[in-house]
């Protein structure tokens, strides 16, 4: 499968990792929206939001867990932003599902 984050997540492509363990795996975002702009993912391929199910959402609750450490060893102490992109019209333009942890500005609501 030709699929970027697979490539990112087995090492194929590289990237800045900000944190890993067996099922998940940080890395920065190549065009920053915020001053930190880190994207969380399953090592294993979920397409998107869409295609998460009660076999497969154990690493989604893992991913949230990872979120909140990140933000702690990070000091994002004033608040971060969370998003997920999910299908053509949400402006999902990689289908491996991903999880935007911005921080370091302030943000507006709702998002556009
Ligand atoms: P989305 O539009 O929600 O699908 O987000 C995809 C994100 O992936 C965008 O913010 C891109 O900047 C980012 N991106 C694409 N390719 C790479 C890459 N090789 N390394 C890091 N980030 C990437
Ligand atoms: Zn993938």
Known sequence: ???IF????????PATKV???????????LEPQ???HILVIPKA????AADITPENSAVI????EVIAKIAKDNNFNDGFRVVNNCGD??????????FHLMAGRDFTWPAG
Request: proline share 2%; with cysteine.
């Open 34 to 36: 915020a001053p930190s």
């Open 1 to 3: 499968m030709d699929c």
């Open 61 to 64: 609750s893992h991913i949230f």
């Open 45 to 48: 391929h979920i397409a998107s």
């Open 89 to 98: 019209s949400a402006g999902q333009t990689v289908k491996h599902i991903h």
């Open 6 to 13: 697979c490539k990112i997540a087995n090492g194929e492509i």
């Open 19 to 29: 944190y890993e363990d067996d099922t998940v795996l940080a890395f920065n975002d």
